[in-house]
């Protein structure tokens, strides 16, 4: 057996740890797939003496982990400190400037750039991995890369956030019983349970998922990663109300990232879609993550899997290892860094699609007349139409689904549907994916 490869690992937190302690419990295993065993030689990362359950003797420690970088006895450096600027890129940068192979988590890192660290490995001759960085366990940068090679995709799409589709569930699950769960009491729950981080906002407000959307984008449509280009909504708004009168019309509410070629460009958003009861990205439920690939040839594939977590999300980091222990080097993003197209984006007023709308007015003569003939200005045509009525003095739930309309024409009909008397708050806006 060929001699092993030397590791080092920056970052020994809950991904970190799980990478340590799989390289040891399966050493065995993985030697034999890679034809040479892996051997974690250094590691980086905050205290030093801390307890973390695992044994660290015979290992070198840097308190800097710029360090590994340096280190001649590391050929592959597994960046987990998270972040897209600071240790995290100058240990990456300083990797691939050595010829180290480099394997990262990160997909704050990668969203930003993905495009000049490609680049960069390409020139060293050096591997640049991030399977990890999306949807945590599942292959799909493996899927896109290699086993969907063959095909022209044109979409890619999916629940790219465990936490926002946790927090949906529980709402669906509430639903179901009768009850109209408020959202800011599901986010503690999910916190308290440990689903959501004790500061969320990166999760429900829709960046996390972004971030995985543009490298998925990248991926698929062999162009660069322009985390920009993300049209970003999270869930803070989908209220209890939302989810019961989705269940009505047929539908759940999912936080979904939808990336797109069109014929003028790139399409990219992430945002709460209402999609039918019939789609199976409507039956992933919890903390689970799925993605869905429309190629030319294989028509519609669809994978499903643990979005994060220590051992998905190690597993995944370690796939990438054994890659580069086999001696596989791929461009990172399917096409050489210089071949990556730069695609003009699609802005989201220029999406076409149906939608669903809520409105909270006062119950009064005049007042449907009044939205339907804000609607009619703008060429928005009406599909249903629910109404509840309520206690009274108390505002009154209207809600109506469209036929397929141009955004622009939706926004400007809601600018002057929340300018009417009779309606006591901004409406309420889902966009309807049929999936």
Known sequence: MNNPMGIGIAGLGTVGGGVFKLLG??????????????????????????????????????????ALAGDSDVEIVV????????????????????????????????ARHGNELAALAEERGAALAFEAAVAGGI????????????????????????TCNYILTAMDEAAAAGQEAQFAEVLAEAQRLGYAEADPDFDIDGVDAAHKLAILAGLAFGCRVDFDAVHVEGIRRVTGLDIQFAAELGYRIRLLGIARVAEDGIEQRVHPAMVPLSSPIAQVNGVFNAVVADGDYVDTAFFQGRGAGEGPTASSVVADIVDIARGIRLPAFSLPAARLASLPVVPIEAREGAYYIRLMVVDRPGVIAGISAALRDQNVSVESMIQRARAPGEP??????????????????MAQIEALDSVVEPAHLIRIEDL
């Open 396 to 413: 009154v739930p209207v809600v109506m689904t469209t036929h397929d309309s141009v955004e622009a024409s939706v926004g400007r009909a």
């Open 139 to 162: 292959p799909i940068v493996k899927a896109l890369r290699e086993g969907l090679a063959a095909n022209q995709i044109q979409r890619v799409y999916g629940i790219l956030n465990g």
């Open 25 to 66: 419990e399966q050493a065995e295993l993985l030697a034999a797939r890679c034809g040479r065993p892996l051997e974690v030689r250094a590691v980086s990362a905050r205290e030093k003496g801390r307890d973390r359950g695992f044994e660290l003797s015979g290992v070198r420690w840097h308190d800097d982990p710029a």
């Open 79 to 110: 960046e987990l400190i998270g972040g897209d600027e600071g240790p995290a890129r100058s240990l990456c940068e300083a990797a691939l400037d050595s010829g180290k192979h480099v394997v990262t988590a990160n997909k704050a890192l990668i």
